[in-house]
């Protein structure tokens, strides 16, 4: 498993935007181009739910509920994935994942705090 680290969270309010950021170890560079990357995010008590991902080919799918909100994207010479979220709700209010599968092994980054006050 290797080690994702997320950064970007915070407290923010109704309407407001936050870029969350996630990076891959400099031992991956010269395969991070070809991962698929994705975050999930976590509310207590719930299960843990796909936001958005991106494939190596740089498709791109969203859940329903932030379609038009959030964009994905990714930066292979900073081995990083890059969350931007705007127009956010309180509905938003988790813990937000990155993650990605390789060589068969999946792999979590710590998680990040997003609060959304109304």
């Known amino acids: 498993q290797m080690r994702l680290v997320e950064s970007g969270g915070g407290s923010v309010q109704a309407g407001e935007s936050l870029r969350l950021s996630c990076r891959a170890p400099?031992?991956?560079?010269?395969?991070?181009?070809?991962?698929?990357m994705s975050w999930y995010r976590q509310v207590p008590g719930q299960d843990r739910e796909l936001v958005a991902g991106i494939t190596s080919d740089r498709n791109t799918h969203y859940a329903d509920s932030v379609k038009g909100r959030f964009t994905i994207s990714k930066d292979n010479n900073k081995r990083a994935v890059i969350l931007q979220m705007n127009n956010l709700k309180p509905e938003d209010t988790a813990v937000y994942y990155c993650n990605t599968v390789h060589q068969g092994v999946t792999s979590w980054g710590q998680g990040t705090q997003v609060t959304v006050s109304a």
């Open positions: 400099s031992a991956i560079l010269s395969t991070f181009w070809s991962m698929d």
